[in-house]
T-cell receptor, first 110, second 112 residues
């Protein structure tokens, strides 16, 4: 079962542009929503995370927007850079057992 | 680097064989989780250990089993390997329920 749906599967953005990745979840018991960045040959690394009692969280160029009623959350990467080119995964968890989305492959063109 | 190390980094096994993958947790982390990541997909939760006891399991058959040792290192064992078991196996460790999980670099398992 796919409890966390992520879109788009791939994304191409020009340097300096905004990258937006969206996720939707089904299980209302989830209580922690992290985003991970993964480079080829590496394990996922935590970028930013949010709890459902907060509607937005910003850390540097990365912002999570969270809509509890719609059961949706999104990642915005401002001023996207070529070094941001990677695969991004949203996730949702209960008891810190993570359910991941299918991933978005981001390419930032110079 | 996260401080979570996995071994081996790559492994090739034959269908029907058994395999053991190892994970050394970050110092002080008492919880370890294992995930399977098929090519082009998101990681799938296999199981989690807290202080040597399994306290959560995903939708994986019993031939996937694990251990956590007193020093909090961990093993993932897979019996009767199938071709579909080919994947990147990730270990993640953390200290307590409300803390960040740190992932290792993974073990790439190929079953032929």
């Amino acid at each position: 079962q796919q409890q966390v749906k992520q879109s788009p599967q791939s994304l191409i953005v020009q340097k300096g542009g905004i990258s937006i990745i969206n996720c939707a979840y089904e299980n209302t018991a989830f209580d922690y929503f992290p985003w991970y960045q993964q480079f080829p040959g590496k394990g996922p690394a935590l970028l930013i995370a949010i709890r459902p009692d907060v509607s937005e969280k910003k850390e540097g160029r990365f912002t999570i927007s969270f809509n509890k009623s719609a059961k949706q959350f999104s990642l915005h990467i401002m001023d996207s850079q070529p070094g941001d080119s990677a695969t991004y995964f949203c996730a949702a968890s209960k008891y810190r057992m993570l359910t991941f989305g299918g991933g978005t492959r981001l390419m930032v063109k110079p | 680097e996260t401080g979570v190390t996995q071994s081996p980094t790559h492994l090739i096994k034959t269908r029907g064989q058994q395999v053991t993958l190892r994970c050394s947790s970050q110092s002080g982390h008492n919880t370890v989780s294992w995930y399977q990541q098929a090519l082009g997909q998101g990681p799938q939760f296999i199981f989690q250990y807290y202080r040597e006891e399994e306290n959560g399991r995903g939708n994986f058959p019993p031939r996937f089993s694990g251990l956590q040792f007193p020093n909090y290192s961990s093993e993932l064992n897979v019996n009767a390997l199938e071709l579909d078991d080919s994947a990147l196996y990730l270990c993640a460790s953390r200290q307590g329920e409300h803390t960040e999980a740190f992932f290792g670099q993974g073990t790439r398992l190929t079953v032929v």
